[in-house]
């Protein structure tokens, strides 16, 4: 069954201190080629019949995203994609 | 730049009150044809050099996801890719 997908991230020049926290704990994991992580949400929307873009924006817009500081994308995936997935 | 992109969502068993939250609000806004809608988090990950996958994998393990209750997949994508985004 195809979903649509909402992305939604802080815009860049908005401060992130959540992804800041987590860059700032990498080198205590060894890890120090990270230059930079930024954290947003991702929602997964399934519709009943055919998954609907316009809808879905409208959805995104209204319900989801703070347009003064993200940006939203929105796609449609079908529920098993190529995405390399962890079990 | 490349970067690793880490989605993050609930386990499909595991209750997503926040998602349950929207889905509710949504026939007060006209929308009656969703039928599921479950939030996670989307994580972007900078690398100084090549984006390596397999620190990815480690970092998302580590300090990303409750793997008692989340499921994440990995996947590299360029910064300016191909989905449809919302200025």
Redesign the interface.
Known sequence: MPRVVV???LKPEILDPQ?QA?AN??PR?G?T?????????????????QP??D?A????????ANPVIE?????VTEAGDA?????
Chains 1, 2 share one sequence.
């Open positions: 992305d939604v991230m992804g987590v704990a990498l994991l890890v080629d990270v230059s930079s992580v930024r954290i947003g949400r991702r929602i997964e929307i399934e519709f009943t019949g609907d873009l809808r924006r409208e959805i995104a817009d209204k319900l989801l940006d939203f994308s929105i796609r995405e390399e997935s962890h079990p």
